[in-house]
């Protein structure tokens, strides 16, 4: 059984990083052992930069091994639409708390009948908790009829922004027009893959987005700029001015991103003059 984290105060922070990094440990490339990381995560409640850590992500099949773990979780499904209920059922009776639920699309030929399997399975299961689900591939008329389905249903999309594969990573304008995507259906978007800098920065193989790149991006859009204007600030490599914008409305639709690493992220925004040691220096 894994220990319960302690209680923290997260009045001290702004809206604009509280929860922004769901801990990922255990995905790759950190591979930590479920219970090296849910003790990690439980000791870090009670450090000053807790609040910038939201949920923990885990693989559905994962479940049983944190029986009266008493976090958030996201849960992520490993197989399709008929593999929902099953261990959504299993977290309810192991007393665990789940604050969402990530699914892939996998019927690349019938995206939008995926959609509606997904949300079949979630209210048969009767998830009470957002459904984040991921519409693999670019921008096309199947990915936006799936992304209408998505928003009429009442869930939020899951967009993957690194792979250990480097030619499998969208590139700027790819990303920026997801997110227009998201934002012209006021669907809130969670992110994974990659996203542990603040900044593009180069990594092996080629460039690697930032998380400061993806709320400056969601603010140009959702303050009426292109999706050209978008992609230029996905491709911004100049951290002091990205760390300058104003971003007032960012989190309302980037919700959080999973990451390998919360230290990486944490000195990221320290250093660019985003945090103090105590807590939060911009609201």
């Known amino acids: 059984m894994s220990a319960s984290p302690a209680p923290v105060d997260l009045a001290p922070w702004p809206d604009l990083w509280r929860g922004l990094v769901d ?82 699309v996998r019927d690349h030929d019938d995206p939008v009948g995926n ?76 992110a994974t893959a990659g996203l542990h800098r603040a900044v593009r920065h180069e990594a092996e193989g080629g460039g690697a987005h930032g998380f400061l790149n993806v709320l400056v991006a969601t603010q140009v859009l959702w303050d009426g700029g292109s999706v050209a204007d978008a992609t230029d600030a996905l491709e911004q490599r100049d951290g002091a001015s990205l760390a300058a914008t104003d971003l007032p409305s960012a989190r309302r639709w980037f919700t959080s991103f999973g990451s390998c690493s919360v230290t990486e992220p944490l000195d990221d925004l320290t250093a660019l003059g985003l945090l103090s040691a105590g807590g939060a220096e911009h609201a």
Do not use: C, M, N
């Open 23 to 104: 801990d990922a440990a255990i995905f790759p490339p950190g591979d930590v052992p479920v219970h090296d990381a849910t003790a990690a995560y439980s000791a870090r409640r009670a450090e000053p930069y807790a609040a910038l850590v939201g949920s923990f992500v885990l693989r559905d099949t994962d479940l049983p091994l944190v029986r009266g773990f008493g976090a958030p979780l996201s849960v992520v499904v490993t197989g399709g639409a008929g593999q929902l209920a099953g261990p959504l059922g299993a977290a309810a009776r192991l007393g665990l708390e789940v604050a969402g639920v990530e699914i892939a």
């Open 115 to 190: 959609v509606r399997r997904i949300d079949a399975a979630a209210r048969a299961a009767d998830v009470d908790a957002p459904v984040f689900i991921e519409i693999p591939g670019p921008v096309t008329a199947a990915w936006l009829a799936a992304a209408d389905e998505v928003a009429a249903r009442g869930h939020r999309l899951k967009l993957r922004l690194g792979h250990v594969d480097h030619d499998l990573i969208p590139d700027a304008p790819t990303v920026a027009a997801w997110i227009d995507a998201s934002l012209d259906r006021e669907t809130p978007f969670k």
